[in-house]
């Protein structure tokens, strides 16, 4: 079983990693509006597989990469995640009783 410790460090850099795709995502939006330069589409579909949360939220607020197919994938990603994260808990709750 994982100690506490480490398990509230493994949900600090996930929140972390999602924290910093969100800005990601919003330096992309900026740069669009102010002809600055912008990430690569690949690299933000790469970002979001590890912080879909970030991705998704800042997709959702300013509007950005939403009309884009491929990034349809993110909130794929997004639901995996979530059915990871239930996966875990179940299994932590199954040992744990």
Request: glycine letters at 6%; hydrophobic letters at 60%; one cysteine or more.
């Amino acid at each position: 079983m994982i100690p506490i410790s480490d398990g509230l460090v493994v949900i600090a850099l996930y929140a972390l990693a999602n924290n910093a795709v969100f800005c990601l995502y919003a330096y992309d939006k900026h740069a669009a509006r102010t002809d600055g330069w912008r990430i690569p589409e690949r690299i933000l579909i790469v970002a979001a597989l590890f912080g879909p949360f970030g991705a998704y939220g800042a997709m959702l607020l300013f509007r950005h990469k939403t009309q884009k197919i491929k990034f349809w994938l993110v909130p794929f990603f997004l639901v995996l995640h979530i059915a990871g994260i239930i996966y875990i808990t179940v299994r932590l709750l199954h040992m744990i009783s």
